[in-house]
């Protein structure tokens, strides 16, 4: 039955030091019930003993076994059911605690001198609030000055969290929380990572087909590795483990996806690591210079565009001096720069951790023990400003948020489906990963424990709720890169860039085998999209992303067109005001990008064309066009390029590439081109 118990993840911190953890003795003779096997028993306790005295997570762990087997014998020693309810206690299955703990205090009220106080944490632990403050109460008012003094500041701290945990409970958020039963076992799954459309995820788990198949002495668990699976016809594969060079003999965990997917950072031996994709193929983890320090750094995230990490520094294991908080560090020159901590409004004298940027780049999710919390570490919302400040982090609310730790929080980009880890009524086997789906207008479903279960049985006791589903600001544009011609997917560039400024913004890489891209553009920007593949015209697209523009998806298929006579591209990032021939500035970048191209192709020869739509006098159109071709054909000559390779001409609304009768159709024929008309 070892298989039930399972300690929280290498990253959680368990508040051993904190919690009950007496260590009563255990006497044969009492044990001893009347009946055959106290031998063999007996040799099980003091197995059992032996692992409990390590006040450790393996210890805990492995003394469930043999005194449970005690228990079994003799249900009736005060002193071996205290000690069951504390290895509950300092396991991820601490409700269970309550059981043995209440039989204890009932059998001998003195059992230990904490008895009233672990009474109480079994009670929050189990949602009944009301019971954890009266027992909280008690503990206070009977407990020894000098074990008062040591406990009086954990205790107020979870008398502060059953209050407030009252209050959530009373209206618990909108979602439900779903098995991710795909990728989960009875053996430990969590800290789950995936990319922006949800089409791959990454977590750490500890199975026997890990890398070295061998275990970790300090608690008897395999070995962490890393493993994935993906969201193919309608359903996901079987997960894989990702192998060599992430996974090593030792220790491998995730930590952070960049959203197209092509980034990854993990931990090793309290470090963060680098890691890129090329293809199918993951390059050697690279050790993150000016973010690791001699302290622990087990959490980051990345900004959209890959420019800067958000990460955890200061972890340690004693929960009294502990004081991890969220730092950055921006790509510049070539190398990560020195971090900054985020200010005190996100950053408290406590922990914080799990720190995970949507790819919005305005909403940071975190967890912490330092803001208002029901219990342990909860899961914090914060949003920044345009002027970069970030606001006060709201709670994420029941039953998100549970008596217990709370942390490694991911969201979708379109903010209708989170992914995290926790133990739940209906896990595969100690920790499973969970998907949190934010709904309208449905209920959410408690068990008899009131527990939050993926459940639609309609005997269960039902909670209305009104909370909306998370809004979020950002464009997801996905789709594959393909030759024009043979349909054969490409491996191309995909460069992203701020028109208004001529800035880059990222470069991402679509795969080689099935083409497929995936950007993010966060709103507020006019963006041009540049995609380049070798031996290929570029191809331009333009996306106008004003800052209240709510999240939107669009499919992007990109065909590419070889550099041969007749091949055209479609300039998407020329802009002129209305009704003139004047270039404005935002149009730069992409003549540019054809200078560029004219350059590198001295032979090429290409008419300019101007396009309208079919509103207004036909002849006027073809004036208008013909001036605007003409614009771009002399920015290229003074730009150096020889005139003898320009043509260009006004088509009116001669040659449409949409439909007419519709705005977007419209907007599409509105257009400039060029087509290789000699090489």
């Known amino acids: 039955m070892i298989r039930y118990f399972f300690v929280f993840f290498l990253f959680v911190f368990v508040y051993i030091n904190s919690s009950a953890q007496q260590n009563p003795d255990l006497f044969k003779d009492s044990l001893y019930n009347g009946t055959d096997g106290i031998n063999n ?3 099980q306790v003091k197995i059992s003993d032996d692992f409990y005295s390590k006040n450790s997570r393996g210890g805990f762990l492995y003394a469930i076994e043999g005194y449970f087997l005690a228990y079994e014998y003799n249900q009736n020693y005060p002193e071996l059911n205290y000690k069951l309810g504390a290895c509950y206690l ?6 269970n605690a309550l059981f043995f703990l209440k039989k204890a205090y009932a059998q001998k009220p003195d059992v230990t001198d904490d008895i009233l106080l672990a009474l109480g944490l079994a009670y929050q632990y189990n949602y009944e609030f009301d019971s954890a403050l009266m027992y909280f109460d008690l503990f206070k008012n009977n407990a020894p000055a000098a074990q008062l003094s040591q406990k009086q500041y954990f205790l107020q701290t979870k008398i502060e969290e059953c209050e407030y945990a009252k209050i959530l409970v009373q209206s618990p958020v909108n979602v439900n929380i779903v098995n991710f039963s795909q990728v989960n076992t009875e053996l430990p799954e969590y800290c789950p990572i995936i990319n922006a459309d949800q089409s791959k995820i990454y977590y750490t788990a500890r199975r026997p087909d890990c890398v070295g198949a061998s275990f970790d002495v300090d608690d008897g668990q395999y070995y962490e590795d890393i493993f994935f699976s993906e969201f193919i016809d309608s359903s996901w594969s079987q997960p894989v483990n990702i192998g060599v060079p992430l996974n090593s003999r030792k220790h491998d965990a995730t930590v952070a996806l960049s959203p197209d997917g092509n980034s990854m950072i993990i931990y090793r031996s309290g470090d963060l690591y680098l890691c890129s994709k090329r293809g199918n193929k993951w390059g050697f983890p690279e050790y993150l210079e000016n973010i690791n320090t001699d302290e622990v750094e087990n959490s980051a995230c990345f900004s959209f565009d890959g420019k800067t990490i958000f990460f955890i520094r200061g972890k340690t294991d004693d929960a009294t001096t502990s004081n991890s908080d969220i730092y950055i560090s921006k790509f510049v020159n070539n190398q990560w720069s ?35 919390t029901m219990g342990g570490f909860d899961i914090f919302k914060s949003t920044c400003d345009a002027q970069g400040n970030w606001c006060e982090p709201i709670n994420l609310g029941f039953p998100i948020n549970t008596p217990d730790d709370d942390v490694y929080f991911v969201m979708s980009a379109d903010g209708k489906t989170a992914y995290y880890s926790s133990v739940r009524q209906n896990s595969e086997g100690f920790s499973d990963i969970y998907k949190i789906l934010f709904v309208k207008d449905k209920q959410v479903f408690l068990d008899a424990e009131d527990n939050l279960i993926a459940c639609d049985d ?39 860039f701020d028109n208004a400024t001529d800035s880059l913004i990222l470069i ?19 963006y041009g999209m540049n995609v380049r593949a070798d031996g290929y ?12 523009q709510a999240f939107n998806r669009i499919f992007l298929d990109i065909p590419m067109y070889s550099v041969a006579t007749g091949s055209k591209v479609v300039l998407r990032n020329i802009f002129f005001d209305f009704d003139k ?8 970048p992409e003549l540019e990008r054809v200078v560029t191209f004219l350059l590198a192709y001295p032979t090429v020869k290409i008419e300019v064309s101007g396009h309208t739509d079919n509103r207004g006098n036909h002849a006027y159109n073809e004036k208008l066009s013909e001036m605007r071709a003409k614009a771009v054909v002399n920015y290229f000559i003074s730009k150096g390029i020889d005139a003898n390779r320009l043509t260009y001409r006004g088509a009116a609304y001669d040659e449409p590439v949409a439909d007419n ?15 290789i008309i000699a090489n």
């Open 90 to 95: 300092n396991s991820v299955y601490k409700p």
């Open 508 to 526: 991402t890489t679509s795969e080689p085998q099935k083409g497929k891209y995936i950007v993010t553009l966060p709103s507020g920007k006019n």
């Open 338 to 372: 020195m971090p900054e901590r985020l200010p005190d409004i996100i950053n408290t004298p406590k922990d914080e951790d799990g720190v995970f940027l949507h790819p919005d780049g305005r909403t940071l999710y975190f967890s912490s023990i330092g803001h208002k």
């Open 537 to 548: 015209l570029f191809h331009s697209e333009n996306f106008d992303l004003p800052i209240d």
């Open 41 to 43: 028993v007996w040799r």
């Open 581 to 588: 021939a004047v270039l404005r500035n935002e149009s730069v």
């Open 458 to 496: 309609s005997s269960i006791v039902q909670l209305s709720v009104n909370q909306d589903v998370q809004t979020v600001y950002l464009t997801l544009v996905t789709g594959a890169v393909y030759d024009a011609i043979s349909n054969d997917p490409l491996e191309a560039d995909i460069v992203i």
């Open 661 to 675: 009768s519709t705005d977007d159709g419209r907007q599409l024929n509105r257009r400039v081109e060029f087509k």
